[in-house]
T-cell receptor, first 113, second 114 residues
Framework: SQTIHQWPATLVQPVGSPLSLECTVE??????LYWYRQAAGRGLQLLFY??????ISSEVPQNLSASRPQDRQFILSSKKLLLSDSGFYLC????????????FGQGTRLTVV | AQSVTQPDIHITVSEGASLELRCNYS??????LFWYVQSPGQGLQLLLK??????LVQGIKGFEAEFKRSQSSFNLRKPSVHWSDAAEYFC????????????FGAGTILRVKS
């Protein structure tokens, strides 16, 4: 069966420090991968999505970047965190496209201090 | 750009009453449409989806949704709400090439009063 792993679960980082959040999927190949930020009243904001290795679509211009170095690995990064980067980050995958269901990781609560 | 609007941030209904959660989307082509639910402390779970065919789709937990192209809407309904339905509900659209881009609305928080 397919599983998605996202870590760490919580993270407290100082302003100006780098960030690396990792997401991996098991049990499937060539998934679509997504990074979202969830904030109260704003739903799930799509940050990045990827349909294949090295293919990244950026939806929101900001202080973050994403990479997909391997088929089932999706990384969210920042060189210098801002206070406004605090939030709850969710990784998700879909098998293919169209009407397939998305499956979400447990999320990372990031607090920038 | 594609977008999803859920006009109601909070809705409160009495247990046993009917429910309708609104969702409007903005997309030029026929979209792939989804409803997800997130219970407190839980992950997101797919309730139902639409991509073609019958515009009234049935989902899990007694939910249904109707796609209305003329209104760009995909409202979620349930004839009788249970206390366990209290959760946050998200409408989503799969847009772009092959529906790869999955965009969510802001969510509607449902409260159920006894």
């Amino acid at each position: 069966s397919q599983t998605i792993h996202q870590w760490p679960a919580t993270l407290v980082q100082p302003v100006g420090s780098p960030l690396s959040l990792e997401c991996t999927v098991e049990g499937t190949s060539n998934p679509n991968l997504y990074w979202y930020r969830q904030a109260a009243g704003r739903g799930l904001q799509l940050l990045f999505y990827s349909v294949g290795i090295g293919q990244i679509s950026s939806e929101v211009p900001q202080n973050l970047s994403a990479s997909r170095p391997q088929d089932r690995q999706f990384i969210l990064s920042s060189k210098k965190l801002l206070l406004s980067d605090s939030g709850f980050y969710l990784c998700a995958w879909r098998a293919g496209q169209g009407s397939t269901e998305a499956f979400f990781g447990q999320g990372t609560r990031l607090t920038v201090v | 750009a594609q977008s999803v609007t859920q006009p109601d941030i909070h809705i409160t209904v009495s247990e046993g009453a009917s429910l309708e959660l609104r969702c409007n989307y903005s997309y030029g082509a026929t979209p792939y449409l989804f409803w997800y639910v997130q219970s407190p402390g839980q992950g997101l779970q797919l309730l139902l989806k639409y991509f073609s065919g019958d515009t009234l789709v049935q989902g899990i937990k007694g939910f249904e949704a109707e796609f209305k192209r003329s209104q760009s809407s995909f409202n979620l309904r349930k004839p009788s709400v249970h206390w366990s339905d209290a959760a946050e509900y998200f409408c989503a659209v799969g847009a772009g090439e092959y529906g790869n881009k999955l965009v969510f609305g802001a969510g509607t928080i449902l409260r159920v009063k006894s």
